[in-house]
């Protein structure tokens, strides 16, 4: 795209975190129960043969469904090996490892969302305690050991009644915040800092390793992003904790990409070029780049990862066509349109259409 030179690159917001999985589709039923991820994007099967740096060198055969709640907020990319069976890690996870440890997921009312889980008999942790900016949240757990904070949160595309919406962002450890920052501040612009901490986190207590000290930030993202989706995605925050009292051990230690647990965390993006060209100047160069063009025939786009100093991976997508009425094969080319200029809520709105209830 060169329409717009001068307003490339730019980041519209998390456009989902990939989630590794035995079984895709027992996942995604339990995710739209409880998270209402009911509006699939693409549901494909293929060989991830770009992926082979983080897959031992071999090209593995997988199953990805791409899920959002239209409420608003990031969606899941549930993910399975058909060729190979995903690994669990072989150590017991805890609070300040390095990698994505919880993903956020906003909700208005966290009360009734937390006797909601508690009827449902689902694995709550503790009880909903302060964040050190005022804001309730509480921790849980999915069937598969996946961690998810449920936060108050005043960021919405869309009210429907549902307690929760989409992904408001994710916890990452880093074993040096200062090293990570360039990566989350300058390139991701989460400029702004809520609250940046050092101490025992009594909210912290409740789960895994939180007795430790930490150092803990929470970045926000910009106000007025660009992009088609922008809208649809809502503001979203990255909370880095830095572990000071053990040594934190990578998530994904001796594991592929793709294995069971948070594989990465994806951004919305349009400007491939410019943003290889930025991140490169950064010292975060593309480890992976599809170069043209994937297809999942319901979606198609431009996708690449890139690194956290702690081997974090961060994909960007550039989304070239999306599904607006499955039903009737109706689809919206990107490419055909002002990159910056948000999609009319309308027209979001009618992703609907392609809701599936469980």
């Given at each position: 795209m060169t329409k717009h030179p001068e307003l490339l690159p730019f980041i519209s917001g998390i456009q989902q975190i990939g989630i590794g999985v035995k079984d895709a589709h027992e996942a995604w039923d339990w995710y739209r129960k409880y998270?209402?991820?009911?509006?699939?994007?693409?549901?494909?099967?293929?060989?991830?043969s770009l992926m082979t740096k983080y897959t031992s060198g071999k090209a593995e055969d997988r199953y990805a469904i791409l899920a959002l709640n239209l409420q608003g907020g990031g969606g899941f990319e549930i993910w399975q090996y058909t060729s190979i069976t995903p690994r669990a890690a072989d150590f017991h996870i805890t609070l300040g490892d390095l990698g994505v440890f919880a993903v956020k997921i906003r909700t208005r009312d966290i009360s009734e969302t937390y006797r909601f889980f508690k009827s449902e008999g689902l694995d709550v942790i503790g009880?909903?305690?302060?964040?050190?900016?005022?804001?309730?949240?509480?921790?849980?757990?999915?069937?598969?050991?996946?961690?998810?904070?449920m936060v108050e949160n005043s960021s919405w595309f869309n009210q429907n009644g549902d307690l929760t919406g989409g992904v408001a962002g994710c916890v990452i450890g880093v074993s040096d915040i200062e090293k990570a920052l360039p990566l989350y501040q300058n390139v991701l612009r989460y400029k702004f800092v809520s609250y940046d901490k050092t101490a025992v986190f009594e909210d912290f207590n409740q789960v895994s390793g939180g007795n430790?000290?930490?150092?803990?930030?929470?970045?926000q993202g910009e106000n007025e992003r660009k992009g088609a989706f922008s809208k649809l995605l809502c503001q979203t925050e990255i909370e880095l904790v830095e572990v000071k009292t053990r040594e934190p051990i990578k998530i994904f230690r001796d594991?592929?990409?793709?294995?069971?647990?948070?594989?990465?965390?994806?951004?919305?993006i349009w400007g491939m070029k410019a943003l290889s060209e930025k991140c490169t100047k950064?010292?975060?160069?593309?480890?992976?780049?599809?170069?043209?063009?994937?297809?999942?025939?319901?979606?198609a786009g431009h996708f690449s990862y890139v690194e956290d100093p702690d081997g974090t991976l961060i994909e960007f997508v550039e989304t070239h066509k999306i599904p607006i009425i499955e039903k009737l094969g109706l689809y919206l080319n990107m490419k055909n349109r002002k990159p910056e200029k948000p999609l009319p809520k309308w027209m979001l709105k009618m992703l609907s259409l392609n809701r599936k209830k469980n």
């Open positions: 998270f209402k991820m009911d509006v699939p994007i693409f549901e494909d099967a293929a060989t991830a009880t909903p305690t302060m964040c050190p900016d005022g804001r309730q949240h509480f921790y849980l757990r999915d069937p598969y050991g996946n961690m998810f904070e430790d000290q930490f150092r803990r930030i929470l970045l594991r592929n990409w793709g294995d069971l647990g948070f594989i990465h965390l994806c951004f919305d950064m010292g975060f160069p593309f480890t992976v780049d599809s170069s043209n063009s994937f297809d999942m025939g319901k979606a």
